[in-house]
């Protein structure tokens, strides 16, 4: 497998300024707007609307922030060559005509380059009905301002970062206050058309072969966005297969005045169902799965207080995001009858766009504080199985308190099971996940939580597949808890390699962007190890950072783990070289930007070549590699040993060490360590409770004590291959006793 993280744009083609599947929405909550396209030159909004003052904006953004950076459109913000016309139709919105109708507010800067926005009302330049009427809009003459030409303000779209036309509802005031009852309303632009200069924008075009790794998703991280414009980066970037799709927990459900609306009309909302529907027909259009994905996670602003999972002294269980959500208690009869409606509806959207029913019950777990308070004290827990107190699970526990977590087990078990029944009874084929989250359920720190957050009720075949995740420790370099992790959770609950899934990831950060290099090290394991399946987690953060993925040809890693045959002499050529840019100034000063954190080596080993014996080596050894096709180990003359290379400092978690050799400031990974020479010290005291993984990383047996300073000594060889595609030895050259060029150029690893 290969990976890499890209800033660019590549393989070029074209895209007409405003097309349909590139609109995007954006509005305050509790209200909700999704955008579809029912047409190739059409996007929809379905809006529902809560309060007075709610109001959606339909975008058109200059700079596409949203796509993958292989295939966004160019950044144009001159629109002043560019003719708009669409057909406008809508209801249960303020018509065209209306005060407050809708406006086209168009915002960036003016001819001197001043910040500014303008407001076009839309009915200036419509023909026909308020709610029916076809739309043109020349930039180069538009003009703001509500009655033309009394009150016309002159637009200048030379330098425009956005537009947006305003949707709001019909009971529409500027007051903060809520709506007698919620409004539904749609509207539609349709046969979108863009005439002039700069109707034509650059976009990438990029498509990446089909590989083994699945792509999962977020309906909260991804509403505003329409479902093709989703469906074109799965597609273009390689994804198939089965779409892992998480439907959140913040956007889909239905409100009834400030709470969930539990009792009629459904539990979610119109725009999300919309939604929902492109989504399942565009996937099945391309040929792809979709497993709906439901946690026990709830925004919690609008869930019922009885509802929530709370701690011993009563306040609710509440997650770290901000606003907070809240956990749904396993025990409340009303929470789970809700969540069994959600379910058996987003299936149904499915089936009924002709996809097989998937269905996964999303990290179900007790809530846990990180001071080790658990909050399974609501009075629908108390209730069913009598908790005794529990100060924290951090430590050891009496028989009472693991008894209680046992018994909170067997009713998360249970709420389970009627959770998958419930779909199941709708569809009974569809098949169902379990997705686990392994540094919280099997915390060291809480050793007997497991009792409670990865019950025995969950053995296999409760559910079809078993999914585990683990991103915490994959990004920390924990290796080995992972692989401790996954042994504990197949010994408990019986699942082979053959019935898991993986979903590696995530990175909430984009300054963390490096992390994909552990995340997808992480995929490529569990694809080693025989899962069915392995995910990526998640695709706005796939799009967001850049990422790509690919199979390297059949599956094989393109290195071999041989050492070159020649011997070098101190006549080889070593060449360590950077990647720098230097811009110099009128004056002579100099900006220097390094593009590259460590030195890339390069060799000559032609001077080794010393006998009609060697030529034939080397050239056996060429053609075995493939060229440069296949990389190889090479002993440097100059550089092959670290002694007491520091490693890093323990913090009585980590347990997995990357081998590195330092050179000041700088470092450099060391991927390839010569077998048995690796010795591992902490806080100067030799130990040999580790194991050594792949691509030079320590494993210990147990973490260091926080402080405690991890170093190593070690011989290691450069993983290289042969630079050119040819390879020119000749007897001549030898006899003459002049040395011939063998190229050879580091490879990066780790």
Same mark, same amino acid.
């Given at each position: 497998?290969?990976?890499?993280?890209?800033?660019?744009?590549?393989?070029?083609?074209?895209?007409?300024?405003?097309?349909?599947?590139?609109?995007?929405?954006?509005?305050?909550?509790?209200?909700?707007?999704?955008?579809?396209?029912?047409?190739?030159?059409?996007?929809?909004?379905?809006?529902?609307?809560?309060?007075?003052?709610?109001?959606?904006?339909?975008?058109?953004?200059?700079?596409?922030?949203?796509?993958?950076?292989?295939?966004?459109?160019?950044?144009?913000?001159?629109?002043?060559?560019?003719?708009?016309?669409?057909?406008?139709?809508?209801?249960?919105?303020?018509?065209?005509?209306?005060?407050?109708?809708?406006?086209?507010?168009?915002?960036?800067?003016?001819?001197?380059?001043?910040?500014?926005?303008?407001?076009?009302?839309?009915?200036?330049?419509?023909?026909?009905?308020?709610?029916?009427?076809?739309?043109?809009?020349?930039?180069?003459?538009?003009?703001?301002?509500?009655?033309?030409?009394?009150?016309?303000?002159?637009?200048?779209?030379?330098?425009?970062?956005?537009?947006?036309?305003?949707?709001?509802?019909?009971?529409?005031?500027?007051?903060?206050?809520?709506?007698?009852?919620?409004?539904?309303?749609?509207?539609?632009?349709?046969?979108?058309?863009?005439?002039?200069?700069?109707?034509?924008?650059?976009?990438?075009?990029?498509?990446?072969?089909?590989?083994?790794?699945?792509?999962?998703?977020?309906?909260?991280?991804?509403?505003?966005?329409?479902?093709?414009?989703?469906?074109?980066?799965?597609?273009?970037?390689?994804?198939?297969?089965?779409?892992?799709?998480?439907?959140?927990?913040?956007?889909?459900?239905?409100?009834?005045?400030?709470?969930?609306? %539990? !009792?009629?009309? @459904?539990? /979610?909302?119109?725009?999300? =169902? #919309?939604?929902?529907? &492109? *989504? +399942?027909?565009?996937?099945? $259009?391309?040929?792809?799965?979709?497993?709906?994905?439901?946690?026990?996670?709830?925004?919690?602003?609008?869930?019922?207080?009885?509802?929530?999972?709370?701690?011993?002294?009563?306040?609710?269980?509440?997650?770290?995001?901000?606003?907070?959500?809240?956990?749904?208690?396993?025990?409340?009869?009303?929470?789970?009858?809700?969540?069994?409606?959600?379910?058996?509806?987003?299936?149904?959207?499915?089936?009924?766009?002709?996809?097989?029913?998937?269905?996964?019950?999303?990290?179900?777990?007790?809530? %846990? !504080?990180?001071? @080790?308070? /658990?909050?399974?004290?609501? =009075? #629908?827990?108390?209730? &069913? *199985? +009598?908790?005794?107190?529990? $100060?924290?699970?951090?430590?050891?526990?009496?028989?009472?308190?693991?008894?209680?977590?046992?018994?909170?087990?067997?009713?998360?078990?249970?709420?389970?099971?009627?959770?998958?029944?419930?779909?199941?009874?709708?569809?009974?084929?569809?098949?169902?996940?379990?997705?686990?989250?392994?540094?919280?359920?099997?915390?060291?720190?809480?050793?007997?939580?497991?009792?409670?957050?990865?019950?025995?009720?969950?053995?296999?075949?409760?559910?079809?597949?078993?999914?585990?995740?683990?991103?915490?420790?994959?990004?920390?370099?924990?290796?080995?808890?992972?692989?401790?992790?996954?042994?504990?959770?197949?010994?408990?609950?019986?699942?082979? $390699?053959?019935?898991?899934?993986?979903?590696?990831?995530?990175?909430?950060?984009?300054?963390?962007?490096?992390?994909?290099?552990?995340?997808?090290?992480?995929?490529?394991?569990?694809?080693?190890?025989?899962?069915?399946?392995?995910?990526?987690?998640?695709?706005?953060?796939?799009?967001?950072?850049?990422?790509?993925?690919?199979?390297?040809?059949?599956?094989?890693?393109?290195?071999?783990?041989?050492?070159?045959?020649?011997?070098?002499?101190?006549?080889?050529?070593?060449?360590?070289?950077?990647?720098?840019?230097?811009?110099?100034?009128?004056?002579?000063?100099?900006?220097?930007?390094?593009?590259?954190?460590?030195?890339?080596?390069?060799?000559?080993?032609?001077?080794?070549?010393?006998?009609?014996?060697?030529?034939?080596?080397?050239?056996?050894?060429?053609?075995?590699?493939?060229?440069?096709?296949?990389?190889?180990?090479?002993?440097?003359?100059?550089?092959?040993?670290?002694?007491?290379?520091?490693?890093?400092?323990?913090?009585?978690?980590?347990?997995?060490?990357?081998?590195?050799?330092?050179?000041?400031?700088?470092?450099?990974?060391?991927?390839?360590?010569?077998?048995?020479?690796?010795?591992?010290?902490?806080?100067?005291?030799?130990?040999?409770?580790?194991?050594?993984?792949?691509?030079?990383?320590?494993?210990?047996?147990?973490?260091?004590?926080?402080?405690?300073?991890?170093?190593?000594?070690?011989?290691?060889?450069?993983?290289?291959?042969?630079?050119?595609?040819?390879?020119?030895?000749?007897?001549?050259?030898?006899?003459?006793?002049?040395?011939?060029?063998?190229?050879?150029?580091?490879?990066?690893?780790?």
């Amino acid at each position: 497998m290969g990976w890499c993280l890209v800033d660019e744009r590549r393989a070029e083609g074209f895209v007409g300024r405003f097309d349909a599947r590139f609109w995007t929405v954006n509005f305050p909550r509790p209200m909700m707007a999704a955008a579809t396209n029912p047409a190739p030159d059409a996007v929809r909004v379905d809006c529902v609307f809560y309060r007075q003052n709610d109001l959606a904006g339909v975008i058109w953004e200059a700079e596409d922030r949203h796509d993958h950076p292989l295939l966004r459109y160019e950044t144009a913000r001159d629109f002043r060559g560019c003719r708009l016309s669409f057909r406008w139709r809508s209801a249960g919105v303020r018509a065209l005509d209306a005060v407050h109708g809708p406006v086209l507010t168009i915002e960036g800067r003016d001819a001197e380059g001043s910040p500014r926005s303008w407001y076009v009302r839309l009915w200036n330049y419509a023909v026909g009905t308020p709610e029916d009427a076809e739309v043109a809009i020349d930039f180069a003459a538009v003009a703001g301002g509500f009655v033309h030409p009394d009150e016309a303000v002159p637009v200048w779209a030379g330098d425009v970062d956005r537009m947006f036309v305003s949707l709001v509802p019909p009971g529409y005031t500027e007051a903060d206050a809520p709506l007698a009852a919620a409004e539904e309303g749609w509207a539609e632009l349709s046969a979108i058309r863009c005439d002039g200069p700069g109707a034509v924008l650059a976009i990438g075009e990029a498509v990446l072969p089909e590989h083994g790794l699945g792509i999962a998703t977020g309906y909260d991280d991804s509403y505003n966005l329409t479902p093709a414009r989703l469906l074109r980066n799965m597609l273009h970037l390689g994804y198939r297969g089965t779409i892992n799709h998480y439907v959140g927990m913040s956007h889909y459900f239905r409100l009834d005045g400030d709470g969930l609306a %539990t !009792r009629t009309g @459904g539990a /979610i909302n119109a725009p999300c =169902a #919309a939604w929902h529907r &492109a *989504f +399942a027909e565009g996937a099945a $259009a391309l040929g792809l799965g979709v497993i709906w994905s439901l946690s026990y996670e709830l925004f919690d602003a609008h869930c019922p207080e009885r509802w929530k999972q709370r701690a011993a002294d009563g306040t609710p269980a509440l997650t770290g995001w901000a606003p907070p959500s809240t956990l749904l208690s396993p025990s409340n009869v009303s929470a789970m009858t809700f969540l069994r409606q959600v379910a058996r509806r987003f299936v149904g959207i499915g089936v009924a766009a002709g996809l097989q029913p998937r269905f996964q019950v999303g990290e179900p777990w007790w809530w %846990t !504080r990180a001071d @080790g308070t /658990i909050c399974l004290y609501d =009075a #629908a827990a108390e209730a &069913a *199985f +009598a908790p005794v107190p529990i $100060a924290s699970v951090r430590g050891a526990l009496s028989e009472a308190q693991r008894d209680t977590l046992d018994r909170a087990g067997a009713a998360l078990a249970e709420s389970t099971a009627a959770l998958a029944a419930a779909v199941r009874a709708d569809h009974p084929g569809c098949e169902t996940y379990l997705l686990a989250y392994l540094p919280t359920v099997l915390d060291r720190a809480a050793p007997e939580l497991w009792r409670a957050n990865l019950p025995v009720g969950w053995a296999r075949p409760a559910f079809d597949v078993l999914q585990l995740e683990d991103y915490d420790w994959v990004t920390a370099g924990r290796s080995a808890d992972t692989a401790a992790g996954v042994a504990a959770a197949e010994a408990r609950l019986g699942y082979p $390699a053959s019935e898991q899934e993986y979903l590696s990831g995530f990175v909430l950060n984009a300054a963390d962007r490096a992390q994909w290099r552990e995340i997808d090290a992480a995929a490529d394991a569990a694809r080693k190890r025989g899962v069915r399946r392995t995910y990526a987690w998640a695709l706005p953060q796939v799009l967001r950072d850049g990422y790509v993925h690919w199979d390297g040809e059949g599956e094989v890693e393109a290195f071999d783990d041989v050492l070159f045959p020649l011997a070098l002499g101190q006549e080889a050529e070593v060449s360590p070289e950077y990647a720098t840019a230097v811009v110099a100034s009128a004056g002579g000063q100099e900006t220097r930007n390094a593009r590259w954190a460590a030195a890339r080596t390069r060799y000559d080993v032609g001077p080794g070549v010393r006998s009609e014996a060697d030529i034939a080596a080397l050239l056996a050894f060429f053609r075995a590699r493939l060229g440069p096709a296949r990389g190889f180990r090479l002993r440097d003359p100059f550089d092959s040993v670290g002694a007491g290379e520091v490693l890093g400092k323990g913090d009585g978690v980590r347990r997995s060490f990357a081998l590195v050799r330092r050179y000041g400031a700088t470092e450099r990974r060391v991927t390839r360590p010569v077998a048995g020479s690796v010795r591992v010290f902490v806080d100067g005291v030799e130990t040999a409770a580790f194991v050594l993984e792949p691509l030079g990383i320590v494993a210990m047996e147990a973490a260091p004590a926080a402080g405690a300073v991890v170093t190593a000594s070690f011989a290691f060889d450069v993983p290289v291959r042969f630079a050119e595609d040819r390879l020119t030895v000749t007897r001549a050259t030898f006899l003459a006793g002049a040395a011939a060029s063998v190229p050879l150029v580091e490879v990066r690893e780790g």
